[in-house]
């Protein structure tokens, strides 16, 4: 039989579905790009945002109209709110967290001869018995890049947030097995490596004297990029201003395989607001994270995620987000517009910052990105930057990858056995968001 699976969301949801893959190939199901012919079609969702639950409602309406003409099966898992679940039960074949993975070809094979009752499973706060899906070797989709998970789940609550309650209560992976991930990636020539998880700095808390903690993780990351002697950057997504310790920031800085690169979530720059989202930390805190970023690894990029328009978010208030970011001149933030998540505790209250004027606070923080990204994007003009060639441009004649700090370049080149090699481009021109150059350097043979 074939199947098709349709993944939605973020990276975490895109290292699941590697093993979704990889459990139903071992299976015998054989994959294939067109859910058209698919006689086992899957989707891995994600409750955070509504458009995403739009989308599945959209697809599995047209799935279930095929089965007046085809057998069809179909599943759903992934990152989904209890309330999304109810609904889900009624209009998919199979449902199941992600850690009842391994079971997922004992329930296709017994679906049609009877209803067992894992067939439709609830979501467990606890996550029991999620090492058995850590354990399923993933199917990557890349050659170079890989994720790999560390942890699942998240404590914080923050209010607007659907997480906890999509995939429950914090878990770490045993260290061990993570350190051999890594080494295996790494001796296969894996070139980008993250680290993922919900809360990432908070790995080993729920583990105290079992599990190293966080920045201990690092350190034997590090070491061991020291002994195989290969070029890999390994970055890691996402952390919590709460749990980010100076410690965390200066190993960074002390072993060249850890990515200069730092991802850190401020949502909002204003007291009151990181208050109401229930963040756990204020602009105090967050302000001294990013000093020290600046003292200890002054090269490193800084990500943000913002959401503007939240619940009660005044004019005072916005603006004062807008006022952070010109200070700590990130190089990308990714802004959301506030929607309430079922489940979510904001969804309880009034969602009473029009439509419009959350699209234009939008627009003022990317007019703000802007601002900052091209000066900084434009010192770089003249240097010449170690680059990871990711893929052919839309530029015709060109390929494009990133910097160390994730940074676009585009350079003109033909040869695509670069794609998955690192080489050295020398910047020549820089725009708000990308920049471009001349290759300079490479390892791989260039083929006329």
């Known amino acids: 039989m074939k199947y098709h699976v349709i993944t939605l969301g973020c ?10 893959n990889a459990v139903l190939n071992e299976a015998g199901y054989e994959w294939t790009d067109n859910e058209e012919e698919a006689g086992l079609i899957g989707i891995l969702a994600c409750s955070v945002r509504q458009k995403a639950i739009d989308k599945v409602y959209s697809r599995i309406h047209k799935w279930n109209k095929w089965k007046n003409t085809k057998n069809l099966v179909t599943f759903i898992s992934g990152c989904v709110l209890p309330d999304d679940h109810e609904k889900f039960l009624k209009l998919f074949d199979i449902t199941f967290q992600m850690k ?17 009752t894992h067939l439709k499973v609830g979501i467990d706060p606890h996550n029991e018995n999620i090492e058995e899906f850590w ?10 890049e890989a994720f790999i998970p560390i942890q699942n789940g998240c404590d914080k609550f923050c209010t607007f947030c659907a997480v906890p309650y999509t995939r429950g209560r914090e878990v770490s992976r ?3 097995d993570i350190i051999t991930e890594v080494a295996l990636l790494v001796a296969q020539g894996y070139k980008s490596i993250t680290l993922l998880g919900q809360n990432v700095n908070s790995y080993g808390l729920d583990k105290k004297g ?6 201990q993780l690092l350190r034997e990351i590090g070491e061991l990029g020291n002994r195989l002697k290969k070029e890999f950057w390994l970055y890691f997504t996402s952390p919590h201003p709460r749990d980010m310790t100076d410690e965390v920031i200066e190993v960074i800085g002390q072993y060249p395989v850890l990515a200069k ?11 009151k607001v990181l208050m109401r989202m229930n963040r ?12 020290t970023i600046r003292r200890v690894i002054p090269q490193a990029t800084i990500f943000t995620d913002i959401i503007v328009g939240f619940t009660g978010e005044t004019d005072e208030q916005f603006d004062n987000t807008r006022k952070a970011m010109e200070e700590f001149k990130f190089n990308m933030s990714y802004t959301a517009i506030y929607s309430p998540r079922p489940g979510a505790t904001s969804h309880r209250w009034i969602d009473d910052v029009p439509q419009e004027e959350k699209k234009r606070r939008l627009h003022v923080l990317t007019e703000e990105l802007r601002k900052h990204n091209l000066p900084f994007n434009s010192n770089l003009v003249g240097q010449t930057k170690r680059i990871l060639v990711r893929g ?54 260039v083929v006329a």
Do not use: C
């Not at 009842?100 to 067992?116: C, F, H, N, R, V």
């Not at 004649?397 to 695509?416: M, P, Q, W």
């Open 11 to 20: 990276q975490m949801n895109l290292s699941d579905g590697e093993r979704v």
């Open 280 to 291: 756990k930390h204020n602009m105090e805190k967050y302000r001294h994270i990013i000093e």
């Open 174 to 176: 045993p260290s061990k």
């Open 261 to 271: 690169q730092i991802h850190l979530p401020m949502q909002s720059g204003d007291d």
């Open 210 to 215: 079992e599990e190293i903690n966080f920045p």
């Open 135 to 144: 354990n399923v070797k993933p199917n990557y989709q890349s050659g170079f």
């Open 392 to 445: 052919t441009d839309r530029k015709e004649g060109y390929l494009s990858g990133h910097t160390e700090g994730k940074l676009i370049v585009r350079f003109a080149a033909e040869n695509e056995k670069l794609i998955g090699q690192f080489v050295d481009v020398k910047i020549t021109s820089a725009s708000d968001f990308s920049m471009e150059g001349e290759l300079v350097k490479t390892e791989v043979e």
């Open 100 to 116: 009842d993975l391994p079971k997922l070809p004992e329930m296709i094979s017994q679906y049609g001869i009877a209803t067992p």
